[in-house]
């Protein structure tokens, strides 16, 4: 078995019941090898759930080019980009959100970097899309959307005002996003956004 299969059983196993509860020897079972023999590809715990959180980051990173692959516009790349971080969020759960916070501060804080660099970097490059199409304003602030929508999607996220499920609805994202589109969309955009709205993303 190699490495890189390892790291995907570990993903599975940690969506599924989370990090804490899940041990050395928990994975040694689930993937048929000893726990010596998975001490071969991995020195202790901390070092597996560094290479988990790299596999997610790398996950996630093909989801976005998968996306920019479809050459979509501003409206219909946005709600793509939406959907999928609130898939991958609901697959996270609680349980891994609260393990990594808690137990491994460091590949939290390396997640959570990366999700705001990445979120941030994605919306200034469809705030250009939208502006080149003639859907969103020439003047809107590109840094300044940028960091009103990491604040507005971290704040969703930690705010004691929303849980897990109910950030993670269908209603909420679409109101979300929608909410920052009204704020960036020129007439034809916010024309374009109500036709997806009825017809396209049925909301």
């Not at 079972?29 to 901390?46: A, H, M, P, R």
């Not at 997640?111 to 899309?129: G, H, L, P, T």
């Not at 993670?168 to 589109?181: G, K, Q, R, V």
Request: proline residues 0%.
């Amino acid at each position: 078995m190699e490495r890189d299969s390892i790291v995907q059983k570990v993903c599975d196993l940690y969506h599924k019941y989370g990090i804490k509860s899940v041990t050395m020897s928990d994975i040694a079972n689930q993937i048929g090898v000893s726990k010596k023999t998975l001490y071969n590809f991995f020195k202790d715990k901390e070092e597996l759930v560094e290479q988990y959180v790299e596999c997610d980051i790398k996950m996630l990173d093909d989801e976005f080019e998968a996306i920019f692959a479809k050459n979509y516009d501003a409206l219909d790349e946005l709600f793509a980009i939406n959907k999928m971080i609130q898939h991958k969020i609901q697959s996270l759960g609680h349980a891994v959100l609260f393990d990594l916070k808690k137990y491994y501060p460091k590949q939290y804080r390396r997640f959570a970097d990366y999700r705001r660099e990445r979120v941030m970097a994605n919306v200034r490059s469809n705030i250009r899309k939208g502006k080149s199409s003639g859907l969103y304003r020439s003047d809107v602030d590109e840094e300044l959307m940028c960091k009103l929508h990491v604040v507005r999607l971290e704040g969703m996220l930690t705010s004691e005002a929303f849980t897990l499920e109910n950030f993670t609805t269908d209603e909420a994202f679409l109101n979300s996003m929608i909410y920052h589109i009204r704020g960036v969309a020129t007439e034809q955009g916010i024309k374009a956004l109500e036709e997806k709205c009825k017809v396209k993303w049925n909301f």
